[in-house]
């Protein structure tokens, strides 16, 4: 079973505006990360926020984590074509080792 | 840094047969993951290595999957008897000590059971 729910599942954009993925979870978690995969292909990942930070900046991405509500968003700012891919969360549960648990992804699509 | 690599890229296979998948992790990572993602889902976790010992199998690893690895280096994931459920991408990922929360993910092997 996943450990986390991603909203929206599928996300429409124009090239220029800005994307927000958000993601639930279910248990106490170490950290929580953000992973791309493009149509067919691995994941790459985007970056990690630890459960004792709230926000964490890298490049166009923003990620914000509130652990009283077990909830995560991703922000993408001034999106392009290339930004087009299937977004996912995983996180790594409290006493689970390193095994990521990912959510069922956000589908996002820029048009050009 | 050569990057996961991960062969075959595809799999097409009959019911019933056996089919193995070869991982080569990313030099010097010592821990190596399998995942398994169906189709408009996110991966799944199916077992962790920490050199040639595995540490942790999922539920999901049924007795017909089986994985290695013999030198501590690259993995095989073999499964025996495959049914039309096993058809999934399968990911393989690594990483280091010193950043064990960050996993490198393959390209993955596509599975298709006919």
């Known amino acids: 079973s996943q450990q986390g729910e991603e909203d929206p599942q599928a996300l429409s954009i124009q090239e220029g505006e800005n994307a927000t993925m958000n993601c639930s979870y279910k248990?106490?978690?170490?950290?929580l990360q953000w992973y791309r995969q493009n149509s067919g292909r691995g994941l790459v990942h985007l970056i990690l926020?630890?459960?004792?930070?709230r926000e964490k900046h890298s490049g166009r991405l923003r990620v914000t984590l509130d652990t009283s509500k077990k909830s995560s968003s991703l922000l993408i700012t001034a999106s392009r074509a290339a930004d087009t891919a299937s977004y996912f969360c995983?996180?790594?549960?409290?006493?689970?080792?390193?095994?990521?648990?990912f959510g069922g992804g956000t589908r996002l699509m820029v048009k050009p | 840094d050569t990057g996961v690599s991960q062969n075959p890229r595809h799999k097409i296979t009959k019911r019933g047969q056996n089919v193995t998948f070869r991982c080569d992790p990313i030099?010097?990572?010592?821990?190596l993951y399998w995942y398994r993602q169906t189709l408009g889902q996110g991966p799944e976790f199916l077992t962790y290595?920490?050199?040639?010992?595995?540490?942790?199998k999922s539920r999901l690893l049924s007795d017909r999957f089986s994985a290695e690895r013999p030198k501590g280096s690259f993995s095989t994931l073999e499964i025996q008897r495959t049914e039309q459920g096993d058809s999934a991408m399968y990911l393989c990922?690594?990483?280091?000590?010193?950043?064990?929360?960050?996993?490198?993910f393959g390209p993955g092997t596509r599975l298709l059971v006919l």
């Open positions: 995983a996180t790594v549960p409290n006493n689970a080792g390193n095994m990521l648990t």
């Open positions: 030099s010097e990572h010592n821990r």
């Open positions: 248990t106490s978690i170490n950290n």
């Open positions: 990922a690594s990483s280091i000590p010193s950043r064990a929360e960050t996993q490198y």
């Open positions: 290595f920490q050199n040639e010992a595995q540490l942790e």
């Open positions: 926020i630890r459960s004792n930070e």
